[in-house]
């Protein structure tokens, strides 16, 4: 069964304090990774798709990288407005075409 | 440019009471339209997608339905709410998953 798990279920981090989000996938063909950012109480926003292995994305602070099994999100010197929760989605080359699977989210705190 | 608008922000119902949540895309014409449920500390589940009019995939058994009568406009409906039904409800659209959803800003129902 196509599965997506993230890590950690939460995280606080200082201002400044570089550190990754993991996403883990378990699918039996990656058509895509997805990332998005959710504010509380919004619709989760479009951050990046990773294609294929070794990809990187970046934008201001996050980088997202992808191997066969997992991806990271590195957030480099975050700042409290980088708070929000993190989603990680896959689309399955064995699942319809229009299926996303999303992951439960890891749930960022910066403090400044 | 491309905007999506769904309504109520939040929503209170007996159980029992019927249900009608809308969504409409504005800027562009057909779009693969979803709607997907979140579950506090869980991921999103897809609860319906459709690629054109009158054309709706169900991903999961339950008492709600879609329909999408205009080629914008995607609606959720039950006609009987179960304490269950509770979640936030978000509706999205998209050309092909690979480039992203744009999410809608959600709809908070709490059934009681």
Known sequence: ?112 | SQTIHQWPATLVQPVGSPLSLECTVEGTSNPNLYWYRQAAGRGLQLLFYSVGIGQISSEVPQNLSASRPQDRQFILSSKKLLLSDSGFYLCAWTFTPRVGYTFGSGTRLTVV
């Open chain 1, 1 to 112: 069964e196509d599965q997506v798990t993230q890590s950690p279920e939460a995280l606080r981090l200082q201002e400044g304090e570089s550190s990754s989000l993991n996403c883990s996938y378990t699918v039996s063909g990656l058509r895509g990774l997805f990332w998005y950012r959710q504010d509380p109480g919004k619709g989760p926003e479009f951050l990046f798709t990773l294609y294929s292995a070794g990809e990187e994305k970046e934008k201001e602070r996050l980088k997202a990288t992808l191997t066969k099994k997992e991806s990271f999100l590195h957030i480099t010197a975050p700042k409290p407005e980088d708070s929000a929760t993190y989603l990680c989605a896959v689309q399955a080359v064995s699942t319809s075409y229009d299926k996303v699977i999303f992951g439960p989210g890891t749930s960022l705190s910066v403090i400044p």
